[in-house]
């Protein structure tokens, strides 16, 4: 029986933590020894339901988890000040993992650590979401609200971001390391990054939509007869730019008067949510613009169901997996048109199967257009997202993974 390690930072919620669970389900259903390898994490039951993987039937049997941080130190590993620590404690683990269970295949995720590659023999994967050394070799940051920017918060990581570019990630031609490392970008943006970072070609391997199976047995309503609902997806944190696109409703329910809004996402950043909840009282959105925090899959999929347009407003994002989610079920996605933007690049294609803005005029403007669309027209859109987002499926995910692990 193979010997697989997948070794993760954390493992929680998010869509990079989704597609390690799911690399190690598949390969457990294929009879796999694989060893779930995270510095921290939720207990296996819980990750099952909330990325909708089985990982609990093979637990114990040919699935074995540990986590190498303690809850406290975990706790601690969260604040700044302790951020250097982390990236410590994980090219640690990674040397210890491979000391230790001598894997047959290793899968890694977004960089290359900095360890004595030349005396690994295992085979080595890099399911890469986007290289964190690609960030700070380019300066590239998750933008903020305008009006909700901290300077000081800024210049902290600024500061933090260039004592630890070289310490801890590789940056450089990768054949260097003197290993073959089989490298894999989750889009077309990730893999140009990686040339850049990296010198190397990658091929492309798209994550999926994990519909559960009640979905699929639901025919989307046709968008025409949705009521005026606009959702947006992630996490309450400032990178996501809610605050702007409750700015967009304000001006859309000048005509618009029975528009909704509805943002669903983990809360992460009590101070931006309680910025969000000042800014709808002062908008006087109160009856329009609804913020829901942490709830189950099932009723994120409840949600997505109902509505008309799905808006997302970062302008950096290499995939942006929600968009493709919200494509499935038949709503319109409205995303931010350019060229850090993979949900334009490899979602949208481009405007083929959605919209783009590039400013809060602009997408006050495409949420007008599709509201104001001719039922033929909608409705062609809203097949060509359907079919657009049956590209991304797990089934294609799982095939071209095993591809790729048993090639």
């Not at 809850?71 to 982390?86: A, N």
């Not at 409205?334 to 481009?350: E, F, H, Q, R, T």
Request: glycine share 6%; hydrophobic share 45%.
């Amino acid at each position: 029986m193979q010997n697989i390690i997948i070794v993760n930072l954390f493992n929680g919620v998010g869509g990079g933590v989704r597609v390690a669970l799911h690399i190690a389900n598949v390969l457990a259903e294929r009879g796999y020894k694989v060893r779930l390898v995270a510095l921290s994490g939720l207990p296996i039951g819980v990750l099952d339901k909330i990325h909708g993987t089985n990982l609990t039937k093979y637990l114990g049997k040919n699935l074995y988890v540990k986590y190498f941080l303690d809850r406290q130190q975990s706790k601690r590993s969260l604040k700044f000040r302790f951020r250097l620590y982390v990236y410590e404690y994980y090219i640690k683990m990674v040397k210890e993992v491979i000391k230790t269970y001598d894997p047959d295949t290793l899968v890694l995720f977004d960089d290359v650590p900095f360890i004595e590659w030349d005396s690994v023999k295992a085979t080595v994967l890099l399911y890469s979401h986007f290289p964190y050394a690609a960030r700070l070799l380019y300066n590239i940051y998750d933008e903020m609200d305008v009006d909700h920017t901290k300077p000081f918060s800024i210049l902290k990581e600024r500061v933090f971001r260039s004592s630890i570019l070289h310490k801890y990630f590789f940056v450089g031609n990768i054949k260097d390391l003197k290993k073959d490392i089989e490298v894999v970008a989750n889009s077309t943006l990730t893999s140009i990054f990686i040339k850049r970072v990296w010198d190397i070609d990658s091929r492309i391997l798209f994550p999926f939509v994990a519909t559960p199976h009640s979905i699929l047995l639901k025919k989307p309503l046709l968008t025409n007869l949705r009521p005026h609902i606009i959702v947006s997806l992630g996490v309450i944190a400032s990178g996501k730019r809610y605050g702007e696109l409750i700015d967009a409703i304000s001006k859309v329910r000048q005509n618009l008067k029975n528009i909704k809004l509805i943002i669903v996402g983990s809360l992460v950043d009590k101070s931006y949510y309680r910025y969000l909840l000042r800014k709808i009282k002062s908008l006087g959105l109160e009856e329009n613009v609804f913020i829901l925090t942490d709830i189950d899959e099932e009723k994120k999929w409840e949600i997505l169901l109902k509505a008309k347009i799905y808006v997302h407003m970062k302008h950096f994002e290499p995939f942006g997996i929600a968009v493709a989610e919200a494509m499935y079920v038949g709503a319109i996605p409205v995303v931010y048109k350019g060229s850090l933007s993979g949900p334009w690049i490899d979602i949208a294609n481009k405007g083929k199967c959605g919209m783009g803005f590039r400013d809060i005029n602009e997408l006050t403007e495409s949420i007008y257009d599709i509201v104001n669309l001719e039922a033929n027209s909608i409705k062609e859109l809203q097949e060509n997202a359907i079919e657009r987002a049956k590209t991304f499926t797990l089934e294609n995910f799982e095939s071209n993974l095993i591809k790729i692990i048993e090639s």
